[in-house]
């Protein structure tokens, strides 16, 4: 080859290799715009699904107001008896809470969620007040809970015989006396005296159909006899009721109880006027407690999004406890995994794949999305090994791990903030939202509370308490004291007992 044509040769290589360097270039620009495109319209989706949630799960105070108003109308017609009004009002024949003097060894059994407990307390009257108190916790296996009334009742009558036989020395009845026993069912009843009622309906996943309908204390009572064990039930009271009595006895201020657990509900100490005469019902102290199945609260004000609809639609108990379904313990991570479910479909949250184990009910507990949401570490850390264990997607972003815990955030301060206002309701129904209109100082106001999300979501319940003095301002805030009631209900069941002791006359 001549030097002219190698020339030629290496120009034209050259050129050919300039031409493909290009194409290259622009192709791996290309992929990369197509990246980065592609990240951008997920971030796009994700950012869309979120603003859709946060204004679809948003509680602005004013709203808040309105829900409260909305919440003593409902109280005011079920104290009427209206059938139609969302809130029951159950009369619970409890009239005198505990004084202090109760006295003698009382059993307790406290049955409302996947748990009951069994308890024994000895009362030493005013001066030595609860002596002892012994407890056993029992998990009810999950096909009981849709099974019939003579199973359950049977189990539970089994593990109280079973605890009785641990009675010791140091606790027992005096000689020729029944052992009796304070009955903390948390469920809807009629009641009919303080100790019997009948099950309006099952909530927080029971579904026992031959139970509604019944008396409830005679189904216990036959499935004790069954079992040989001699004890009688002197008290039947909601676990809001029990709360209110043991918070009493602790604190003669107490004048309401909230429960936030698996469920929610409200009990406060009702004026005997504000009960209709046809009830037949005079309250010998002037105040009847009234158990008011706040739970089932329901009003066009509620900031219902398409998850709580489509939970809703898919429960045991479609259509009711709405109000319950927002805020309480049994649901929360269950909206919070239908949000990120949606995340997942429409923006690709967890990657091209929907992890499989995310499409399953109420595999993400409240504690769960409690741990995630009070996670602080610089890389979220408990939030992702949540993600893995719980939803199977290993080693996820900052940004995916951020997005979850700011989920477990806004469904946590909507049940809060909504909680609040529930109990801003029931201190306007008392009267008690705003300072004396004759200037004399307002009363101290004390709210018990108990339940699991309560006692341990923190950022739930001071989300909750800075709602509430928010709603009362700070002039009135300073009254009102909210007191964690730490297994209230036992202890209190047990004191009605006592107080409805059939030898109460005799002591
Ligand atoms: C029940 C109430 C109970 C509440 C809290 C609700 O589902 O209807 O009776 O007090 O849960 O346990």
Same mark, same amino acid.
């Given at each position: 080859m001549g030097k002219a044509a190698a020339v030629g040769t290496a120009v034209v290589v050259a050129a050919a290799v300039g031409v493909a360097v290009v194409l290259a270039r622009q192709r791996r620009r290309r992929e990369l715009e197509l990246v980065e495109g592609a990240a951008a319209e997920r971030k796009r989706k994700v950012a869309a699904v979120i603003e859709d949630v946060e204004h679809a799960l948003s509680t602005p105070t004013a709203l808040l107001r309105g829900i409260s108003d909305a919440m003593v109308s409902e109280m005011e017609r079920g104290l009427r008896g209206d059938i139609h009004a969302m809130l029951k009002m159950l009369i619970t024949y409890v009239d005198n809470l505990p004084t202090g003097n109760e006295e003698g060894l009382f059993y307790a059994l406290d049955l409302g969620g996947t748990n009951f407990r069994v308890l024994r307390v000895q009362l030493g009257g005013r001066e030595r007040r609860v002596v002892r108190q012994q407890y056993d916790e029992v998990s009810i296996p999950p096909h009981l809970m849709v099974g019939t009334s003579m199973e359950l009742f049977d189990f539970i009558a089994a593990a109280l015989s079973k605890f009785v036989d641990?009675?010791? +020395?140091g606790l027992h009845l005096p000689e020729g006396r029944q052992r009796e026993l304070g009955f903390t069912f948390s469920f809807p009843v009629n009641q009919t005296s303080i100790s019997s009622g009948t099950l309006i309906k099952w909530t927080k996943g029971f579904s026992i159909n031959d139970a509604v309908g019944q008396d409830i204390v005679s189904e216990l009572s036959k499935a004790m006899e069954r079992q040989g064990l001699d004890m009688k039930v002197t008290a039947l009271v909601n676990d809001t009721v029990g709360t209110l009595a043991g918070g009493r006895y602790a604190? +003669?201020?107490?004048?309401a109880a909230i429960i936030l657990g698996t469920g929610t509900n409200a009990a406060y100490v009702e004026h005997a006027n504000a009960i209709p005469k046809w009830t037949g019902l005079l309250p010998r102290s002037g105040n009847m407690v009234i158990n008011t199945e706040w739970g089932s609260f329901k009003s066009d004000k509620l900031p219902l999004s398409e998850y709580d609809k489509a939970m809703d639609f898919e429960s045991l108990n479609p259509g009711e406890q709405i109000y319950e379904k927002m805020i309480s313990g049994m649901y929360l991570g269950e909206i919070v995994r239908r949000i990120l479910l949606k995340l997942a479909h429409d923006a690709a949250l967890f990657g091209d794949v929907v992890p499989p184990k995310l499409e399953q009910p109420f595999v993400l507990r409240t504690p769960d999305m409690s741990a995630m949401h009070h996670d602080s570490s610089h890389d979220l850390k408990t939030v992702g090994a949540k993600l893995k264990d719980i939803v199977g997607v290993a080693d996820t972003s900052l940004e995916v791990r951020y997005i979850t815990s700011h989920i477990c955030d806004i469904v946590a301060e909507r049940g809060a903030r909504l909680a609040a206002a529930g109990i801003y309701g029931i201190l306007k129904k008392l009267g008690r939202d705003k300072l004396p209109g004759d200037g004399s100082k307002m009363p101290r106001t004390v709210i018990a509370l108990d339940g699991g999300l309560y006692e341990h979501y923190k950022k739930f319940s001071s989300c909750l308490e800075s709602t509430l003095t928010d709603l009362l301002g700070d002039a009135v805030a300073s009254s009102v004291v909210t007191k964690l009631a730490n297994d209230g209900s036992g202890i209190g069941a047990a004191l009605l007992a006592a107080s409805h002791s059939q030898y109460a006359e005799i002591d």
């Open positions: 641990t009675e010791d +020395n604190d +003669n201020d107490v004048v």
